[in-house]
T-cell receptor, first 118, second 112 residues
Framework: SAVISQKPSRDICQRGTSLTIQCQVD?????MFWYRQQPGQSLTLIAT?????????ESGFVIDKFPISRPNLTFSTLTVSNMSPEDSSIYLC???????????????FGSGTRLTVV | LAKTTQPISMDSYEGQEVNITCSHN???????ITWYQQFPSQGPRFIIQ???TKVTNEVASLFIPADRKSSTLSLPRVSLSDTAVYYC?????????????FGTGTRLQVFP
């Protein structure tokens, strides 16, 4: 199955600044997703990163706050803009292979970026 | 996507078999059932996927009754390292356009 490298693993940022999180996959994948997870909570989908087109955002998330890039089939970035303490969370990227791999490996997730905004 | 309902938490002891049941009353004909495991400070990890009856791999078994309105993840002889959150998800297998929507998950605590 695909392997994802996500960085940074953690960061402490000042309010009002922006942080870009990178997600690198070791193989070409069709779909990539970005999630947010509050400590002790489940994952909430932020957006689907589409290669060659704009990301598709879920309700409650907007492009100005969470701009996403997907320049090719192995890489994506999520930027958390104009951060406030409420943005403190764990951000995870995920990649989906296609075909029979899904029945064996499912979706692959990065290890997450723990963001603290002070 | 079909909504899922599973227990918030479960406790077990080492060596016991653990069964976690997930309800998905509105499952669609082309939906598959997939379970993920998440350890602290890690992303979720795929465990098993099935459509009907029983599926078994080296990690777990998945039991799905004929009406497919529920499923049970079975972990044989759990160890302390199986302490994690387990998520049940329902969706189309192709996933080309489908997105994973996570429910609350079941927090499994294994005691010595």
């Amino acid at each position: 199955s695909a392997v994802i490298s996500q960085k940074p693993s953690r960061d402490i940022c000042q309010r009002g600044t922006s942080l870009t999180i990178q997600c690198q996959v070791d193989s070409q994948v069709t779909m990539m997703f970005w999630y947010r997870q509050q400590p002790g909570q489940s994952l909430t989908l932020i957006a689907t990163a589409n290669q060659g087109s704009e990301a598709t955002y879920e309700s409650g998330f907007v492009i100005d706050k969470f701009p996403i890039s997907r320049p090719n089939l192995t890489f994506s970035t999520l930027t958390v803009s104009n951060m406030s303490p409420e943005d403190s969370s764990i951000y995870l990227c995920s990649a989906a292979e296609t075909g029979d791999n899904l029945s064996n490996y499912g979706y692959t997730f990065g290890s997450g970026t723990r963001l603290t905004v002070v | 996507l079909a909504k899922t309902t599973q227990p918030i938490s479960m406790d077990s002891y080492e060596g016991q078999e653990v069964n976690i049941t997930c309800s998905h009353n509105n499952i669609a004909t082309n939906d598959y059932i997939t379970w993920y495991q998440q350890f602290p400070s890690q992303g979720p990890r795929f465990i098993i996927q099935g459509y009907k009856t029983k599926v078994t791999n080296e990690v777990a078994s998945l039991f799905i009754p004929a009406d497919r309105k529920s499923s049970t993840l079975s972990l044989p002889r759990v160890s302390l390292s199986d302490t994690a959150v387990y998520y049940c998800l329902v969706g189309a297998r192709s996933y080309n356009t489908d997105k994973l929507i996570f429910g609350t998950g079941t927090r499994l605590q294994v005691f010595p």
